[in-house]
């Protein structure tokens, strides 16, 4: 069965605070790579996709590393409105890039003032 | 805006009862989902649709039929409804050539009892 692991947290940080959170996953035909965000009771939404390259997006920067199969999100200057659950998801290589995404179970992070 | 709505958002149900949840699109997307989200497993694929009746099963599809006679709507179908099914339902629509980047609808929390 196709894997995505995240570490499940919860990450508890202050305001200000840099914060890394890591995602391995077993597939390796996998093509496509995102995080989202997901709030309380609310649905998932797209944070940024993860480019072979590594992309930026404001305080968000994501990084692929094909070799060892795992992306990384890192969120810096924490805002107290980062208080979410974060997913790491990946496609599961049928199809290219086209492929069913396969959801980790998220990684929580509570940002404190 | 992905411009998806998801009804009923809640039901309470009984056990052996059926239940249908409507996922309705207003973008004409090609491509719509149904995953289920319970504590502990994360998002799991339940079916999906790639055009008007076009359908496949998903990871967790046992218990659940859809159906699509129209681009803007993908119905899921508790046949008989189960305890095991009280979950959150979230619909989510893509397309094609973005690399499956997928959005979701607001949920549907379904309790069986």
């Known amino acids: 069965r196709k894997e995505v692991e995240q570490d499940p947290g919860p990450f508890n940080v202050p305001e200000g605070a840099t914060v890394a959170f890591n995602c391995t996953y077993s597939?390796?035909?996998?093509?496509?790579f995102f995080w989202y965000r997901q709030d309380c009771r609310k649905e998932p939404k797209l944070l940024m996709s993860v480019y072979s390259s590594g992309n930026e997006d404001g305080r968000f920067t994501a990084q692929l590393n094909r070799a060892s199969q795992y992306i990384s999100l890192l969120i810096r200057d924490s805002k107290l409105s980062d208080s979410a659950t974060y997913l790491c998801v990946v496609n599961d290589g049928y199809g290219g890039s086209q492929g069913n995404l396969i959801f980790g179970k998220g990684t929580k992070l509570s940002v404190k003032p | 805006d992905a411009g998806i709505t998801q009804s009923p958002r809640h039901k309470v149900t009984e056990t052996g009862t059926p239940v249908t949840l409507r996922c309705h699109q207003t973008e004409n997307h090609r491509y719509m989902y149904w995953y289920r989200q319970d504590p502990g497993h994360g998002l799991r694929l339940i079916h999906y649709s790639y055009g008007v009746k076009d359908t496949d099963k998903g990871e967790v599809s046992d218990g659940y039929s859809v159906s699509r006679s129209k681009t803007e709507d993908f119905l899921l179908t508790l046949e008989s409804a189960t305890s095991s099914q009280t979950s959150v339902y979230f619909c989510a629509i893509s397309e094609p050539g973005q690399g499956n980047t997928i959005y979701f609808g607001e949920g549907s929390w379904l309790t069986v009892v």
């Open positions: 597939n390796s035909a996998s093509q496509s």
